[in-house]
């Protein structure tokens, strides 16, 4: 299974080529840069979460050395590079295999009306009393009113397709709103990838005259959650819909739902862009075990969402697909991240370590994501979760490494 892997990653992604070309700030480094970063890579697909734990794994046995093409790193020396890194060679590579992906049409299956659509969101990574860096944001909290340094991350991820690919990261800075963070992480995806991604799902937050404008001047369209920051154009959203009836009925998944649709808004002042609003009224019946006997209860909700995507180009019905599917980068995303990948574990504490370990997870969760879904035949996936893959290669790895000579990650491994 280990070979299978590296045979894939280097034909699918060509993985010792782009790691070849990454680099950091060292002058006369005595372990090359693609040996230290497939080190931390080879941390979070075996699952050890701390450098310390992979540093004790580095150091059990010769075949290491093989297979980085170079003596193991210590912990001390991965931190000190991946705070060196340069993270543009990260991003660049990243990017690449995320293309990848889509040309090998892995992504398809995400398609609404064939865009791909992304979701951008802001996340909490780590706080401490005790320990900064440069670019942690502050807070006093009570009692005593103590002072308290995290960081903030905006990342953008693929949604809708099998796997859910966070595609870039970026930092928060002290005094920064979200807004600001999202909008340099899309300028930078705009000049990289100006075709990877058709629309945008977004939350409340971002139901802004700037984000609008400055997505739609890119060719991009915005699917919003509009709530009462926007009082407004709810309001004259809500007047229009309590003239007409709903315009769709359709169940989905036992869920009935309600639909109103109407176009030509104005009155999200400073925006150079007429919009659309969708209403939608879902009602579920749900079963609950309450004191030891099982009730039914009807379940309500109400939604409404703001796009510049004309209903002559994609229907109600995918709009509110698309303002649903926001939710994977919470649900898929960051909470997956953190429960088996350690996204909220602080390797280390300075600025560009932090970034580039937050990259390095992100390669990491792609690649073997990419394998399991398209590389693993369905009959081995009923049998064997993400976890129990992880657990699976390094096993391989180590009993291949007693009875065959072990190639290096680090150039072509032949078939």
């Known amino acids: 299974m280990f070979r ?5 990653l280097d034909k699918v992604f060509d993985f010792s080529g782009q790691v070849a070309n990454l680099r950091d700030a060292r ?61 543009e060679s990260l991003r660049r590579c990243l990017i690449k295999w995320v293309q990848r992906l889509k040309r090998n049409k892995a992504l398809d299956e995400g398609r609404i009306a064939g865009r791909i659509v992304a979701a951008l969101d802001g996340h909490e990574l780590f706080a401490s009393f005790s320990r900064y860096c440069d670019a942690c944001r502050h807070r006093l909290l009570s009692p005593g009113k103590r002072k308290q340094g995290y960081h903030r991350i905006v990342a953008a991820s ?8 966070v595609i870039d990261v970026e930092s928060q800075q002290p005094g920064e709103g979200e807004i ?18 058709g629309i945008f799902s977004l939350d409340a937050l971002y139901a802004s005259p700037i984000v609008i404008n400055t997505l739609r001047a890119q060719g991009k369209h915005v699917v919003i959650v509009l709530k009462g920051n926007q009082p407004g154009l709810l309001r004259d959203a809500q007047g229009v819909f309590s003239l007409q009836k709903p315009y769709v009925y359709f169940a989905a998944d036992n869920v009935h739902v309600q639909l109103w649709d109407a176009e030509g808004f104005t009155s999200l002042e400073g925006s150079q862009w007429p919009l659309r609003v969708v209403r939608c009224i879902e009602t579920q019946t749900v079963r609950r075990r309450v004191a030891g006997k099982w009730t039914q209860e009807t379940v309500r909700r109400q939604w409404y969402w703001l796009t510049t995507i004309p209903a002559s180009e994609i229907s109600g019905p995918n709009i509110r697909l698309i303002g649903h599917r926001r939710w994977e ?30 990259l390095t997870l992100a390669m990491a969760h792609l690649l073997m994501s990419s394998f399991y879904h398209f590389n693993l035949k369905e009959s ?31 150039v072509r491994i032949p078939p």
């Open 329 to 358: 980068i919470e649900n898929r995303g960051f909470n997956d991240l953190n429960t088996h990948w350690a996204l909220d574990h602080c390797f280390k504490h300075t600025p560009n370590a932090i970034l580039a370990f937050l």
């Open 158 to 165: 693929i949604i809708g397709a099998r796997i859910h690919p």
């Open 380 to 410: 081995q996936r009923r049998k064997l979760t993400t976890i129990a893959l992880a657990t699976t290669l390094y096993g391989e790895l180590i009993l291949h490494a007693a009875s065959n000579p072990l190639p290096s990650m680090l």
């Open 180 to 197: 600001p963070c999202a909008l340099r992480l899309f300028a930078r995806l705009q000049a990289c990838a100006p075709r990877l991604i």
């Open 4 to 8: 299978r892997w590296c045979r894939y």
């Open 27 to 87: 002058r006369r480094p005595q372990i090359p840069t693609a040996s230290v970063w497939l080190s931390v890579f080879l941390l979070f697909v075996f699952r050890h979460r701390s450098l310390n734990a992979m540093e004790s794994k580095l150091h059990t046995g010769r075949f290491w050395r093989k297979l980085l093409g170079s003596r193991p790193p210590s912990a001390d020396t991965m931190g000190r590079v991946f705070s060196l890194i340069d993270l």
